[in-house]
T-cell receptor, first 115, second 111 residues
Framework: DSGVTQTPKHLITATGQRVTLRCSPR?????VYWYQQSLDQGLQFLIQ???????AKGNILERFSAQQFPDLHSELNLSSLELGDSALYFC??????????????FGNGTRLTVT | SQKIEQNSEALNIQEGKTATLTCNYT??????LQWYRQDPGRGPVFLLL?????KEKRKERLKVTFDTTLKQSLFHITASQPADSATYLC??????????FGPGTRLSVLP
């Protein structure tokens, strides 16, 4: 058990809708990362927050947004959903502000299906 | 352009043999490289981290090498067991901003 909790485990929704994915990091970890994993793209970095502030941005679409709250949990909001957004969304956490020598601890993901 | 390649999509080996997985990268200069294991429907699990100035790192039956000249990391599992069957991902630091993951190699250890 990594200590990272993601909810919900599964989400089925229709195109055009908006959903919120939630992540609670491992106790003591200040950084939260969001990754998207699809069959053809592998694990793609979306965004990182450190102690409530956005620290790094990857291939995150404008329709997607995230935030980290004072209690360090994070939410990823996906709006105007398209079929191509169907994927596994992972949250990971680490102790430090930078990733360089900190392992990432992943949750078990939210599987999003857009119909 | 930047690219990370892992030797093959799938690798089948016989139980007891050594599995060797390859991670090659182009146009990155990672100071750190990590290996993760991912089981179906689960998140990746951290296995090993190696720094650019370390040639080799070991942990139980696992060994990782990192050659910055060849731009390659090798991941070995000795005395492999069916329970080692999983997808293995290499990840390298992208100028300290985040970790970029390779596409993974699906390893099957046959009894």
């Amino acid at each position: 058990d990594s200590g990272v909790t993601q909810t919900p485990k599964h989400l089925i929704t229709a195109t055009g809708q908006r959903v919120t994915l939630r992540c609670s990091p491992r106790s003591g970890d200040l950084s939260v990362y969001w990754y998207q994993q699809s069959l053809d793209q592998g694990l793609q970095f979306l965004i990182q927050y450190y102690n409530g502030e956005e620290r790094a941005k990857g291939n995150i679409l404008e329709r997607f947004s995230a935030q980290q709250f004072p209690d360090l949990h994070s939410e990823l909001n996906l709006s105007s959903l398209e079929l191509g957004d169907s994927a596994l969304y992972f949250c990971a956490s680490s102790v430090g502000r930078t990733v360089v020598n900190s392992p990432l601890h992943f949750g078990n993901g939210t599987r999003l299906t857009v119909t | 352009s930047q690219k990370i390649e892992q030797n093959s999509e799938a690798l089948n080996i016989q139980e007891g043999k050594t599995a060797t997985l390859t991670c090659n990268y182009t146009n990155y200069s990672p100071a750190y490289l990590q290996w993760y294991r991912q089981d179906p429907g689960r998140g990746p699990v951290f296995l090993l981290l190696i720094r650019e100035n370390e040639k080799e790192k070991r942990k139980e039956r696992l060994k990782v090498t990192f050659d910055t000249t060849l731009k390659q990391s090798l991941f070995h599992i000795t005395a492999s067991q069916p329970a080692d069957s999983a997808t293995y991902l290499c990840a390298l630091d992208n100028y300290g901003q985040n970790f970029v993951f390779g596409p993974g190699t699906r390893l099957s250890v046959l009894p």
